[in-house]
């Protein structure tokens, strides 16, 4: 997936990855060393959860944006993550386009977009 990321951000000429992380603690510890504009984060992750990460990462003192990408698409996912800190959400279904989207309105400050249907 990270891979993937990688991909889709490479010819974005307004956008790069600034670095990648295999787990939770190595995201946030990752976020904290490279100080990003914006984190991609997935909320099921080895040693941390997505929902702590965004949590430890709102607590950092210049913290990121945090954009969730997930298969988890639900009212209550959302919810949870946006409680979290999240500034946009994306389901992984909604392909590379929305995420591209997600994070450049989290980037020029916008709502994260409509919510999901109940």
């Known amino acids: 997936m990270r891979e993937a990321l990688r991909w889709a951000f490479?010819?974005?000429p307004d956008l790069a990855v600034a670095g990648e992380a295999r787990d939770g603690l190595e995201a946030?510890?990752?976020a904290l060393?490279?100080?990003?504009?914006?984190?991609?984060?997935d909320l099921e992750l080895p040693g941390r959860d997505g929902y702590a990460v965004a949590r430890?990462?709102?607590a950092?003192?210049?913290p990121p944006l945090v954009v969730v990408l997930t298969v988890h698409g639900d009212p209550a996912a959302r919810?949870?993550?946006a409680a979290a800190g999240s500034h946009g959400?994306?389901?992984k279904g909604a392909?590379?386009?929305a995420l591209l989207a997600a994070v450049r309105r989290a980037l020029a400050g916008q709502a994260p977009g409509p919510p999901a249907p109940t």
């Open 56 to 58: 430890a990462l709102a």
């Open 89 to 91: 959400f994306v389901e």
């Open 10 to 12: 490479e010819g974005e």
């Open 60 to 62: 950092l003192p210049r």
């Open 28 to 30: 946030t510890d990752r």
């Open 95 to 97: 392909g590379w386009p």
């Open 33 to 41: 060393a490279l100080a990003p504009d914006v984190v991609i984060l």
């Open 79 to 81: 919810r949870r993550a």
